[in-house]
């Protein structure tokens, strides 16, 4: 803000001072910021370059030189180059390579001996040129000599140049390339599946009298206290090989697109169904009464009324159920088979090929459609406009005994879709050898006696999601309020903003490598974290940002900022209004965050299966560990024991937010 005075010279201004409060709080954001940059922003830059890095040897970067066996009369200088063109030792596919590529130098030498008299030298050529002697790096453009015994532990390291060969590498690659269509296939036909239900759910509720509403909102929030690869073991044991209901398929196999469509239906059918509810809530009963005086019908009602006032919700629903599905990893990798997904396919080659340049090509493809659906979905809401006035009526359905019936029976059949999931894996937990021998047992639960991690995977986990709900909660809510309440500095509030939306639109697998290239690597600071229960919680907490963010955002929204002002008036500091004042009123807002960070940080996998250590293995990679070794029934117990802790955890926050409500909430 600037203030022209008079007696001032024309063109100057006067520029007034930010206050101490308002200096603490861009602090604050800035220190929060760069929390934002190094998590986030600072891996996927190191990503995306991996993805453009190739490697190959240059012998022609090296030269050497060999002694007699006096060790004083020394060899011509000789190119790496010209020795293997004399030995043929190494092919040209062995010059092609990874960044973690080596070849030992011994192999140019067809006489070497490592108890031999004779010495070597080495040298390289240009400041590019790399090899190791044990684990010590040299770049050296002189001549370092080594004995027979030290020369044989020397290794050429490959050269690093920029460009798109991985990339035409993978779209040349069929099976590759047909995994972009195959996730893109999958998660269209489930984006359709899901919005439809979830659409004809939502309207059930809101337009019909049908009983057990609330029975059925509960249901049908179950599965996301689940992770992704329970459904797919429930669908195993339901249209398996050795289903109940196998027969169903008329001969089609449940491992592969039927399985991947039917799982992702249940596990993102939640967030639709909530989008699609609070859009179809906000109803003016004066635009039915005008269409019923109109005498207009029901179905045209319903598509000139019902659906222009739902469709961001349901556009926003379509995003969101797109980018799950694409981005899963859980589910495609238990039922998917061999139908190649995205998102395996950045497992496959990280673990499985040890291919981290491929892996970050295959986490920018999978960037690309999980970016674009996001800016699509914040594109149509900012076009969205008011449709709730200040003079609107409330909708409230009247009594239709056919219609009401015709509801709860859809309602019905999709809760016990749900039911059924989970009572197949509550029952594939306790039983013997499934469909052998039907007999109860708690053998299962013995996840010691397997590998998995064990009990201590379990514990690991309630501890990941004590942490991330606690520091989680602080850190985005100080965050939120920061940019919210803060005067002025526009720029730095709007870069902050950017950065909070940022993890929303990259997947947790991709998120995952990112951590890897850039907090594994030795020159990094940070890397002391590594492998430690600290880097989970920072991914966790950087991968779900965004929707507690938003959470934060919209309950200081509701407050007057006529409380700031009021504040400074009486020249109490910003931070007595924000413990006494901002937290208490925002207490159910907090909480909120806290209980959606706990849930996601045991049922998340993508996000953490690339990070986790021997003594830190958690109970949602323990799942897929054990499904990997053939314990799909130990798998389904250890799920469930994820599903219970869910539950738990949220009556315990059901009956704390109730409690601190009471007395901290009385004014509502």
Known sequence: MSLVMDGMPAGRTLKQDISRDEF????????????????????????????????????????????????????????????????????????????????AATKLFAEFNFRSPVKYRIRGTSDDAAYLVGSTLQRDTS??????????????????????????????????????????????????????IAFALAYALARSCMPWKGAVRGILTIPILVPSLLPGIALVYLFGNQGVFKDWLLGYSIYGPIGIVIGSIFFTLPHAFMIISTALSIADARHYEAAASLRASKWRTFWTVTVPGARYGVVSAAFVVFTLVITDFGLPKVIGGQYGMLAVD????????????????????????????????????????ALLSARAVPYAPK???????????????????????????????????????????????????????????????????????????????????????AQGFALGRGMFHFLAMMPMAVPGMVLGLAYIFFFNNPANPLNSIYGTMTILVVCTVTHFYTVAHLTALTALKQMDPEFESVSSSLKQPFYRLFFRVTVPVCLPAILSIAIYLFVNAMTTVSAVVFLYASDTKLASVAVLNMDDAGDIAPAAAMGMMIFYTNVIAKLIHAGVARGILIRTQAWR
Not at 24 to 29: E, I
Not at 353 to 376: D, H, K, R, T, Y
Request: one cysteine or more.
């Open 24 to 103: 603490v709080k861009r602090g604050l954001m800035v220190v929060i910021g760069l929390y934002l940059l190094v998590a986030l922003a600072a891996p996927l830059y190191v990503m995306l370059s991996k993805s453009f890095s190739t490697y190959r040897f240059d012998l022609g970067s090296f030269e050497f030189q060999v002694s007699d066996e006096s060790g004083f009369n020394w060899t011509d200088p000789t190119s790496a180059a010209k020795l293997n063109a004399a030995t043929g030792a190494f092919s040209g596919a062995d010059l092609d390579t990874t960044s973690d590529g080596r070849l």
């Open 143 to 196: 001549w370092q000599e080594y004995d027979s015994n030290t020369f044989r532990r020397v290794v050429l390291r490959p050269a690093r140049d920029f460009g798109l060969s991985n990339f035409l590498t993978y779209f040349s690659t069929p099976a590759l390339a047909q995994s972009i269509r195959n996730s893109v296939l999958m998660a269209t036909i489930s984006t359709v599946a899901t919005v439809s």
């Open 346 to 385: 950045i497992y496959k080659q990280v673990i499985g090929q040890q291919n981290f340049e491929m892996g970050a090509v295959v986490s920018v493809i999978l960037l690309f459609p999980a970016v674009l659906a996001f800016a699509v979905d914040r594109l149509m809401q900012r076009r969205q406009v």
């Open 399 to 485: 009594p239709n005994p056919r219609f009401d019936t015709a509801c709860f029976a859809f309602c019905s059949l999709v809760a016990l879709f749900v039911l059924g999931i989970i009572a197949m894996c509550q029952l594939a937990a306790v039983v013997k050898f499934w469909p052998y021998d039907l007999s109860l047992t708690a053998k299962n639960f013995a996840f010691d006696l397997m590998d998995g991690g064990g009990w201590d995977a379990y514990y690991n986990s309630i501890h990941l999601a004590l942490l991330t709900a606690i520091f989680g909660s602080i850190v985005v809510f100080a965050g939120a309020y920061m940019v919210e309440k």
